[in-house]
């Protein structure tokens, strides 16, 4: 069964950085393509940053120059770096992912994580 569990969320001030975790478990064999997406409270959910195949990465306006993603293929796992965060960063982050289950004949998995919570004080 695969699974996608997020990891290093917490309150921070502004100006600090975060690492975001978006680790595959299961009989996964790397990343086809991943977004992270956001929700603050009251809003709707919104695309933060995405890597696809390839990996070519592009970032919303109002993270472009502060996230950067990242993936470590031997460990299943995806990063969203986060510097110079700033109140407005608030929000719960998810990883939306779509992960190699068959090594042959290159079947996916596309399932979300569970989010982190990321509190950004001024």
């Known amino acids: 069964q695969v699974q996608l569990v997020e990891s290093g969320g917490g309150l921070v001030q502004s100006g600090e950085s975060l690492r975001l975790s978006c680790a595959a478990s299961g009989r996964v064999f790397g990343f086809y393509a991943i977004d992270w997406y956001r929700q603050a409270p009251g809003k709707q959910r919104e695309l933060v940053a995405s890597?696809?195949?390839?990996?070519?990465?592009t970032y919303a306006d109002f993270v472009k120059g502060r996230f950067a993603i990242s993936k470590d293929e031997a460990r299943n796992t995806a990063y969203l770096q986060m510097n110079d965060l700033n109140p407005e960063d608030t929000a719960v982050y998810f990883c939306?992912?779509?992960?190699?289950?068959?090594?042959?004949?290159?079947?996916?998995?596309?399932?979300w994580g569970q989010g982190t919570q990321v509190t950004v004080s001024s």
């Open positions: 890597s696809a195949y390839g990996g070519s990465t």
């Open positions: 939306n992912a779509d992960v190699y289950i068959d090594r042959d004949d290159g079947s996916t998995w596309s399932g």
